[in-house]
Nanobody, 121 residues
Framework: QVQLVESGGGLVQPGGSLRLSCVASGTIFRIYAMGWYRQAPGKQRELVAS???????NFADSVKGRFTISRDNAKNTVYLQMNSLKPEDTAVYYC???????????????WGQGTQVTVSS
């Protein structure tokens, strides 16, 4: 079983910054990709940013130029640096890991419990 522990959410004023962290633990054979999704009230969950094991990144258009995703492979950790935050960034942010738990098992998606990010003045 792969467990994801998220941290870093909170309340911030518009224009402020937050950094989210997600640590993957448990039985992990290989992590293929890590990313962040978010779900705002009344909205569908959407991809915010992702990064593959090779370092290829992908961002939602709404956060390009403001958010940065990075990873520490040695620590099985992914970060989301969020700058110039806007009220519309308010959402529950979920860590996602695409990983194989052991050699003979194929990869699948794992999800964190979610961390609240609120951008308000």
């Amino acid at each position: 079983q792969v467990q994801l522990v998220e941290s870093g959410g909170g309340l911030v004023q518009p224009g402020g910054s937050l950094r989210l962290s997600c640590v993957a633990s448990g039985t992990i054979f290989r992590i293929y990709a890590m990313g962040w999704y978010r779900q705002a009230p009344g909205k569908q969950r959407e991809l915010v940013a992702s990064i593959t094991s090779g370092g290829v990144t992908n961002f939602a258009d709404s956060v390009k130029g403001r958010f940065t995703i990075s990873r520490d492979n040695a620590k099985n950790t992914v970060y989301l640096q969020m700058n110039s935050l806007k009220p519309e960034d308010t959402a529950v942010y979920y860590c996602n890991v695409y990983a194989a738990p052991e050699m003979l098992r194929g990869p699948r998606d794992y999800w964190g419990q979610g961390t609240q990010v609120t951008v308000s003045s």
